[in-house]
């Protein structure tokens, strides 16, 4: 049994996956505890007719079976002003306040709306929503449930750029513990400061995100290296003197203490190396005129116009295509590529412009095929050795090259596609989503590639780390609009963040602007509430003073009665009473605090 990142994570989940150990090894997985732990493979919906607001509600019932406490209270408080009723509100207020209530439907309208979801789709059925969008749903439950541990297996995988920013934000703000596998080096630099990387059969732990790991972990085997090659050296040096004079009676002592001095040494491993194992583009290509695409008003969809784009890009240029998904970043590509037809203005190619298109989907003529099969159905004319050469750069060596299509990781698959994509040396690549199946050292890999390419690109990626390595400008796909940047992905972000702020004070400036015109023209129904409200919070007021005047009288009251001699002392009677005393002033602070409150939005409003 091999012990891999997602299986770690199941044996958390299900601690008898290891409980017996593997061969000799006898280990398992302790929590402390009764710790709640979330992995998404545990979440199923019960009932698909639920809506899906009704569905994500149910990880706050607490909160709103509290929040129906409070209203019967409430109710019941207007009718009697007993002590048990009071008390009962505050602690119920108190609670609700600690489990989030005042904050939960915020936060819970912006996950909706961050993972792509409409208002509209608040109420619709389970049942309705496509299988990915139902692993969407559920995904969302685990997070807002808060649990003690919480256990995310890729979780940026089929996620835009919004949803993970917004998932970035929820989770450096989350208070319990969170365990990640993934392969988004930019998420994990963002959230994680521990990082365990599993290699070579070992779990090594490094402090830190995911820069301080690549830089921790090239400093360990760069030490490592060296202190193993220095006591190489020395072992073959004091093996050469006991080689020298072992045979010589009068040095053979020495030779002999030599030998043993080599016995005795700790011996240091040679440190497995970095996984070092790359593809790369051997590949050479014909350049193309300088204007390599016009892009005009282009009208893209299938039945109805979902973008309207307009770019030019120059040969040697990289283009990011970033965004929501489902709104054209796609349908862009399958545009150029001439697999859709425009809705409406055009697109032109430049001089001697040669196309490559990678499409997401991954499809093969035959998935019976071997690897080798596949490729040369392809490219008949290549003799077998420069096939498997060509193949071997792309990292099928071996057997590999006899691997059915069909049993092919979804990396292996990308891997094979990029290598015929670039065996016919396009001049200009279409790229949608190529690292989707990748692990790290495979994006790497692609990265180099497309860093030295002297082509130009056009990728859609929703990896910012990708897309930070590799594009010079920048396409961002929003339903509202289609943004072109003529600069980097953190370039952009800058610009991104410069207007939000302009807008913000831009917005402040035209509010002061309009308050007096705004303050004219409120409607009398507005001021009738308005009105309504401040009666209800003077009334209040005034409920809270009577409270107040009758906790002062009960203190005044168990002073006297403090003063008694039977009692002043009897020391237990009178600790008994000062509880009391405080109990009350506590009491009284809490209301005397909700007093200023409502007397401060009174006299404000």
Not at 260 to 289: C, W
Not at 305 to 323: E, N
């Amino acid at each position: 049994m091999e012990l891999g990142k997602t299986t770690l994570l199941k044996s958390i989940v299900d601690n008898s996956m290891l409980e017996e150990g593997v061969g000799t090894n006898k280990f398992g997985v302790y929590k402390q505890g009764s710790p709640v732990i979330g992995y998404l493979k545990q979440i199923d919906f019960e009932d698909d007719s639920k809506t899906m607001l009704e569905e994500i509600l149910k990880v706050y019932k607490d909160i709103i079976d509290l929040e129906k406490k409070i209203e019967n209270l409430s109710a019941k408080m207007v009718e009697s002003a007993e002590e048990k009723l009071i008390n009962s509100y505050t602690e119920s207020l108190d609670k609700y306040e600690f489990l989030g209530g005042y904050t939960y439907k915020k936060e819970l309208d912006i996950a909706i709306r961050n993972f792509g979801f409409s208002n509209e789709d608040k109420n619709k059925k389970i049942s309705e929503f496509s299988g990915g969008q139902r692993t969407k749903i559920a995904f969302l439950k685990l997070l807002l449930s808060k649990p003690d541990v919480l256990l995310l297996d890729e979780p940026t995988n089929h996620l835009d750029i919004t949803a993970i920013e917004w998932l970035e934000g929820y989770l450096k703000n989350y208070k319990k513990a969170v365990v990640i596998v993934s392969h988004d080096r930019m998420f994990l630099d963002r959230i994680v400061n521990k990082v365990y990387e599993i290699e070579y059969g070992t779990i090594t732990q490094y402090k830190g995100n995911y820069k301080d790991y690549e830089v921790q972990k090239r400093e360990n085997y760069e030490k490592q290296l060296k202190d193993y090659e220095y006591q190489q050296a020395e072992i073959k040096r004091l093996q050469d003197i006991a080689n020298r004079f072992r045979y010589k009676p009068t040095k053979a002592k020495m030779a002999l203490s030599k030998l043993k001095q080599i016995e005795r040494m700790v011996k240091l491993e040679e440190p497995n190396k970095y996984d070092l194992k790359t593809f790369h583009n051997n590949f050479n290509i014909k350049a193309s005129g300088k204007d390599v695409l016009t892009v005009r008003d282009l009208e893209i969809g299938y039945d109805k116009v979902l973008q309207k784009v307009s770019f030019s890009l120059y040969r040697g240029k990289k283009l990011g295509i970033i965004g929501e998904n489902g709104i054209g970043k796609s349908t862009l590509l399958k545009t150029i590529a001439g697999i859709l037809k425009p809705l409406g203005g055009n697109f032109e190619f430049g001089y001697n412009v040669s196309l490559g298109y990678f499409d997401q989907q991954l499809e093969f003529r035959n998935i019976e095929n071997t690897v080798y099969e596949e490729f040369t159905s392809e490219f008949p004319d290549l003799t077998t050795t420069k096939a498997r050469t060509i193949l071997g750069s792309f990292l099928f060596t071996g057997e590999d090259v006899d691997k059915k299509i069909k049993v092919l990781s979804g990396g292996e698959k990308a891997r094979l596609k990029l290598c015929e994509i670039f065996k016919k040396e396009p001049n200009l690549l279409l790229l949608d989503e190529p690292t989707n199946h990748m692990d790290i050292v495979g994006k790497e890999s692609l990265e180099q590639i497309l860093k030295e390419y002297e082509g130009t690109l056009i990728f859609v990626s929703h990896d910012r780390y990708f897309v930070e390595k590799i594009a010079d400008k920048i396409l961002e796909f929003k339903k509202e609009k289609v943004t072109f940047f003529d600069g980097t992905y953190d370039e952009y972000q800058e610009w991104k963040e410069k207007n939000k702020q302009q807008e913000e004070l831009d917005n402040s400036n035209d509010i002061k602007k309009s308050d007096n015109s705004e303050n004219k023209e409120k409607s009398s129904k507005n001021q009738y509430l308005l009105n309504k409200e401040n009666t209800k919070r003077k009334n209040k007021m005034k409920k809270l003073e009577e409270e107040i005047n009758k906790k002062e009288e009960e203190i005044k009251l168990i002073e006297s009665e403090m003063q008694k001699e039977e009692i002043s002392t009897d020391y237990v009677k009178l600790e008994e009473l000062q509880e009391k005393i405080q109990k009350l002033n506590n009491e009284i602070e809490e209301k005397m605090i909700e007093w200023e409150y409502l007397n401060n939005l009174v006299g404000g409003a």
